[in-house]
């Protein structure tokens, strides 16, 4: 009977150091894979602190008319190419201070700040989405206890942590479950996050996962795609592919153009097998550079498409054809991810992926104006890099994401920066 206990022993040791060496082979294997960047440290910091300062100008030009129609924004606004004080009122997704100067950020922001906190925390190359959801739910536990050091009848104080409370309340539904390994929860928590729709959840916060994986679009597509459990249906695909483009736009000499074949070739997920339906990403590509094609030939009549020489500054007349074909494929609503795909390639492609131009006809659309703005400016802050950005509205949103949001977009951006350094050989 002992010899028996001690065999058994025995060979559980082995088998033990087995799974040990077993693991340790994994890592070593997954180490090897990581290829040097091409990039320099300086060039590194300069593409992190573009994508995330180019996702808050973006998001801080649709803020002040976030969900409006093209019409309400001419008669109020006139043709915006700028930034524009945010004289609206408070909510969770929205702006928490009211009446912003210009500069300031709405969610979209938060979750690229809450994102690369997480981000600047690992120390592995593969991510764990269940650390992600325990992010989120230290983020969301930590306003609930606020509410416990907040006086009765300060009024201010307890509408300010309500609006933060309120902010990841449709996200803890599916978080807390999913942590959990809760399936039952998870299902339910999906099926009524924001009503059910496909609403834009892992678009709010992707783009950061591109930029930790830089260089290597399938590599930030797989992490980004496991990352979105918040989303359901062809939105997964949707947010993993906008980290893939954020991942491809910080690829040293990389042009604007060399992006679309990202959009149509990285799938890791198969989703061109999917049987009678393919891969609805694809056409929403298609749709986009049909968009594109056709509003040229009303603008440039006769033209070649490759000879065609745009505007610098093009003005609502020379937009307006593809405004109108855009129209034709509005969903019920305005955060849904297939429409704000749509929009983001459209404008991007429209524009030749010039930077501002791309954010002047998201933010001149209407809609959810500040979210596409902000998915764009991530992708082609990434491409040109910070010092490329225009001055004064990368000056306006830094000074006062910091000075009144308390976010410090350069402080995280050195932060995500030196652990991507720490990662890579």
């Not at 009524?192 to 783009?207: I, Q, R």
């Not at 040109?384 to 977009?409: A, H, R, S, T």
Request: aromatic share 12%; proline share 4%.
């Amino acid at each position: 009977m002992k010899k028996t206990i001690w065999t058994l022993i025995f060979l559980s040791l082995i088998f033990c150091n087995s799974c040990q060496k077993q693991t340790e082979k994994d890592e070593t294997q997954t180490a090897q894979k990581i290829e040097p960047l091409s990039l320099t440290d300086e060039e590194l910091y300069d593409k992190v602190l573009g994508m995330l300062v180019g996702s808050a100008i973006g998001d801080a030009m649709g803020a002040p008319t976030e969900m409006w129609s093209r019409e309400m924004i001419l008669r109020e606004y006139g043709f915006v190419t700028d930034l524009d004080p945010m004289i609206r009122e408070v909510s969770p997704e929205g702006i928490w201070i009211p009446n912003l100067p210009a500069g300031g950020t709405t969610d979209d922001t938060r979750w690229k700040k809450l994102t690369f906190d997480y981000l600047s925390k690992e120390n592995t190359y593969s991510l764990d989405p269940k650390s992600f959801a325990g992010h989120i739910l230290d983020q969301f536990d930590s306003y609930m206890l606020n509410f416990k050091k907040i006086e009765v009848d300060s009024i201010q104080e307890l509408d300010e942590n309500n609006l933060k409370v309120f902010w990841l309340k449709e996200w803890v539904k599916v978080a807390r479950p999913y942590l959990k390994d809760d399936l039952e929860g998870i299902q339910k928590g999906l099926g009524t996050f924001y009503g059910g729709e496909m609403v834009c959840a892992g678009l709010l916060y992707a783009p950061a996962i591109g930029a930790f994986f830089p260089e290597n679009p399938e590599k930030a597509y797989q992490e980004a795609f496991k990352l979105s459990f918040f989303d359901i249906g062809y939105a997964k695909d949707i947010s993993a592919l906008s980290a893939a483009l954020t991942s491809a736009a910080m690829t040293k000499g990389i042009q604007g153009s060399d992006l679309l074949e990202i959009a149509k070739t990285v799938d890791p997920e198969n989703f061109y097998s999917s049987r009678l339906v393919g891969r609805s990403s694809y056409r929403i590509l298609q749709t986009a550079l049909q968009i594109v094609y056709e509003s040229n030939e009303i603008n440039h009549p006769g033209v070649a498409y490759d000879s065609i020489i745009k505007p610098i500054n093009p003005d609502l007349n020379y937009i307006q054809p593809a405004y109108e074909r855009l129209d034709k494929h509005l969903q019920d609503m305005p955060f849904h991810a297939g429409e704000i795909y749509l929009q983001v390639l459209t404008a991007m492609i429209f524009s030749d992926f010039d930077f501002k131009n791309t954010l002047v006809f998201l933010v001149n659309y209407g809609r959810d104006n500040d979210t596409t703005a902000a998915i764009a400016g991530s992708i082609l802050g990434a491409l040109v890099g910070f010092e490329n950005l225009p001055v004064g509205m990368k000056e306006k949103v830094l000074d006062i994401n910091k000075n009144m949001l308390e976010i410090d977009l350069e402080k995280s951006a050195f932060e995500l920066t030196e652990n991507i350094l720490r990662r890579y050989p």
